[in-house]
């Protein structure tokens, strides 16, 4: 049955006008992103679906684009309003309206930036430019995929704290298996990076492996 046809008082669009977001189950709000089923399938049915196929909303949000979009009744125009919600949703978690963020240990890193990238299902290289006083400028996503060399070129991590005058950069990453373990290539890196970035003036202020509820520092451990 299409939602239109349910009684007023079980649409989510009425209940959550009437009774507050708070009062809709995550299959409501889902199908309020949605917009609409597919044929023989209400939108709340399609939710209820996806909620199904992966097992908690988080993991529906963890989920790229394009996997949504293969899915049976969703497809590109839905997925793209669920993964729109789902990054507005991460960003709000990730800031303090008026606030200004400081970056002055691994802690305010990791609590500044696990909202963006502990849910990830690729590994994104991020980069944090901060001032003299350890303030965040902004921050860039400098790669998306396997981590390595080819990925994540100097020039590309560096450009922008030039052209913003930055006094120090973070760099983070997220480990999609939620273990933030540093690999080999992650010291290697971080390594290529610190001296590339002394050949220009810059300081690396510290390499933060994001995973799922926890996080490494790689300054802490001494590797910069």
């Avoid at 989510?12 to 009437?18: A, D, G, N, T, Y």
């Avoid at 949000?61 to 919600?85: D, H, I």
């Avoid at 939620?178 to 971080?190: A, H, Q, Y």
Wanted: aromatic share 4%.
């Amino acid at each position: 049955m299409a939602v239109s046809r349910f009684p007023a008082g079980d649409r989510p669009r009425e209940r959550l006008v009437w009774k507050g977001p708070t009062a809709l189950a995550d299959a409501e709000l889902l199908a309020l992103q949605l917009g609409s089923g597919t044929r023989g399938q209400s939108a709340v049915a399609l939710a209820h679906a996806l909620l199904a196929a992966y097992g908690s909303l988080a993991e529906v949000a963890a989920c790229e684009v394009n996997e949504l979009a293969r899915l049976r009744g969703v497809g590109p125009a839905k997925a793209a309003r669920l993964v729109a919600a789902f990054e507005l949703t991460r960003r709000l978690r990730a800031r303090i309206p008026g606030a200004r963020t400081q970056l002055s240990a691994p802690a305010q890193v990791y609590e500044a930036f696990a909202p963006l990238m502990e849910d990830l299902k690729r590994e994104v290289f991020r980069v944090a430019l901060l001032d003299a006083q350890n303030g965040l400028l902004r921050d860039i996503v400098v790669s998306e995929g396997t981590l390595s060399a080819s990925l994540v070129h100097p020039r590309e991590v560096f450009k922008p704290a030039i052209l913003e005058s930055a006094a120090s950069v973070i760099l983070l990453h997220n480990h999609p298996s939620g273990d933030p373990t540093p690999s080999r290539e992650d010291v290697r890196l971080t390594r290529q990076l610190v001296e590339c970035a002394r050949l220009l003036d810059l300081r690396v202020h510290d390499h933060v492996i994001v995973g799922r509820g926890r996080f490494i520092s790689l300054a802490e451990r001494g590797m910069i």
